[in-house]
């Protein structure tokens, strides 16, 4: 999945988020509970705080990992008192002790506190597998029915129902569409229902060194990873998330849930596996990626001419076009959109779909920067909504 996104395109404020899209996807046929999405379950902070510990916490139990799935047993790492040093898979590794050494300098963590930690982490085998699995490139046409399904729609109209005044208050307070907080959610976690069951800490170990390929990439995730976990005032080894180190109902991976996740039920805690939580952050991520309120997203066009080909984009870009300009390029919206500056979308398949993409569907692919994603979460939002109030 990874293959598809140059994640190094969009630098640090990048999310990877279709590996929990596709994660989702892949459990759906294995959970047909339509129970509510996991209520936050209980942090206790570290005995010792995370960053100063010389040895660690010694009370395993304590804290109960986010899982949204309760058949699903968590996958919480041992723990266990190692002696001195660094012992396990990466006692060898050159780079985690490179790593280490940077995160005791620039941050301040002690560098005992990191190896007892690291020295738990076993290789996520099924990590690497599925990072290398064969890129998405399936078109249009077979990806959309992944997400458009009756299930989805109905499991969107069902969360809305259940959080109505949570979704219209986060929509109100960031100025975003509710509908498209609810497809979000939807597209990358079924509504809570599939949140990942790699282990966080042992996955993005993993990948920052037995992956080169993305080394780079995972190694900045979890340093962001461990920065979080202290600044949540929790053990790294407690969170549970995708293949890739994606966290919650939205799927933050750890840099965007330092920097977008909001605690909105102000109990103290970011808990991204908590409705109260995750929709603001959602809305926060939207909004702090230049979301508006009611602007156009995406509608159809119909093309003709030679003009339009070299318009079109299959990749996502800032839109920089005016109507106009598409208008005379043989580009024709297939009804009205709400923006200022659009793009000519290119939906490959079969047959070539043409869409008139406009900023909030660039923001959307803030999110993901995959144009099939932004628009599955364009077309899932309406169908909820149609669904919803019948218009
Ligand atoms: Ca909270």
Same mark, same amino acid.
């Given at each position: @999945?990874?293959?598809?996104?140059?994640?190094?395109?969009?630098?640090?404020?990048?999310?990877?988020?279709?590996?929990g899209?596709?994660?989702?996807?892949?459990?759906?046929?294995?959970?047909t509970?339509?129970?509510?999405?996991?209520?936050?379950?209980?942090?206790?902070?570290?005995?010792?705080?995370?960053?100063?510990? !010389?040895?660690?916490?010694?009370?395993?139990?304590?804290?109960?990992?986010?899982?949204?799935? #309760?058949?699903?047993?968590?996958?919480?790492?041992?723990?266990?008192?190692?002696?001195?040093?660094?012992?396990?898979?990466?006692?060898?590794?050159?780079?985690m002790?490179?790593?280490?050494?940077? @995160?005791?300098?620039?941050?301040?963590?002690?560098?005992?506190?990191?190896?007892?930690?690291?020295?738990?982490?076993?290789?996520?085998?099924?990590?690497?597998?599925?990072?290398?699995?064969?890129?998405?490139?399936?078109?249009?046409?077979?990806?959309?029915?992944?997400?458009?399904?009756?299930?989805?729609?109905?499991?969107?109209?069902?969360?809305?129902?259940?959080?109505?005044?949570?979704?219209?208050g986060?929509?109100?307070?960031?100025?975003?569409?509710?509908?498209?907080?609810?497809?979000?959610?939807?597209?990358?976690?079924?509504?809570?229902?599939?949140?990942?069951?790699?282990?966080?800490?042992?996955?993005? !170990?993993?990948?920052?060194?037995?992956?080169?390929?993305?080394?780079?990439?995972?190694?900045?995730?979890?340093?962001?990873?461990?920065?979080?976990?202290?600044?949540?005032?929790?053990?790294?080894?407690?969170?549970?998330?995708?293949?890739?180190?994606? @966290?919650?109902?939205?799927?933050?991976?750890?840099?965007?849930?330092r920097t977008?996740?909001?605690?909105?039920?102000?109990?103290g805690?970011?808990?991204?596996?908590?409705?109260?939580?995750?929709?603001?952050?959602?809305?926060n991520?939207?909004?702090?990626?230049?979301?508006? =309120?009611?602007?156009?997203?995406?509608? #159809?066009?119909?093309?003709?001419?030679?003009?339009?080909?070299?318009?079109?984009?299959?990749?996502?870009?800032?839109?920089?076009?005016?109507?106009?300009?598409?208008?005379?390029?043989?580009?024709?919206?297939?009804?009205?959109i709400?923006?200022?500056?659009?793009?000519?979308?290119?939906?490959?398949?079969?047959?070539?779909?043409?869409?008139?993409?406009?900023?909030?569907?660039?923001?959307?692919? =803030?999110?993901?920067?995959?144009?099939?994603?932004? @628009?599955?979460?364009?077309?899932?939002?309406?169908?909820?909504?149609?669904?919803?109030?019948?218009?």
């Amino acid at each position: @999945m990874g293959d598809v996104y140059d994640l190094q395109q969009w630098g640090k404020r990048a999310r990877y988020l279709a590996a929990g899209a596709l994660i989702g996807f892949s459990l759906v046929a294995c959970t047909t509970g339509s129970g509510p999405v996991q209520l936050p379950w209980v942090l206790q902070p570290p005995a010792v705080p995370s960053g100063q510990a !010389t040895s660690p916490p010694t009370s395993p139990g304590v804290v109960t990992p986010p899982r949204s799935n #309760p058949n699903v047993p968590p996958r919480q790492l041992p723990q266990t008192n190692y002696p001195p040093g660094l012992h396990g898979d990466y006692a060898n590794y050159p780079g985690m002790r490179e790593f280490i050494g940077k @995160m005791s300098s620039q941050h301040g963590f002690n560098r005992a506190f990191l190896e007892q930690t690291f020295s738990g982490v076993r290789r996520d085998q099924q990590a690497l597998v599925k990072v290398g699995a064969p890129a998405e490139g399936q078109g249009w046409r077979a990806y959309r029915p992944i997400f458009l399904t009756e299930e989805r729609i109905n499991g969107g109209v069902d969360f809305w129902n259940r959080n109505g005044a949570l979704l219209d208050g986060a929509a109100r307070q960031y100025g975003v569409d509710p509908e498209y907080l609810v497809a979000i959610i939807g597209v990358e976690t079924q509504y809570g229902k599939n949140t990942g069951a790699h282990n966080v800490l042992q996955a993005l !170990t993993t990948l920052s060194f037995d992956y080169p390929r993305r080394a780079d990439f995972y190694r900045k995730e979890l340093e962001q990873f461990l920065l979080l976990v202290r600044e949540e005032k929790v053990r790294p080894q407690i969170f549970s998330g995708s293949y890739a180190g994606a @966290m919650g109902l939205g799927q933050f991976i750890s840099s965007s849930y330092r920097t977008y996740a909001v605690d909105g039920n102000r109990d103290g805690k970011r808990d991204m596996w908590n409705p109260q939580d995750a929709v603001p952050s959602v809305a926060n991520y939207f909004s702090r990626n230049g979301w508006k =309120r009611g602007g156009g997203v995406a509608v #159809p066009a119909y093309v003709s001419g030679g003009g339009y080909a070299r318009l079109a984009e299959t990749t996502a870009k800032k839109p920089s076009h005016s109507l106009g300009e598409l208008a005379s390029a043989g580009v024709r919206p297939q009804g009205a959109i709400n923006s200022a500056r659009v793009s000519l979308l290119k939906l490959e398949g079969s047959t070539d779909e043409y869409w008139v993409g406009g900023e909030n569907f660039y923001v959307i692919t =803030r999110y993901n920067p995959n144009v099939k994603y932004a @628009m599955a979460v364009h077309q899932l939002a309406q169908a909820i909504r149609k669904r919803k109030f019948g218009f």
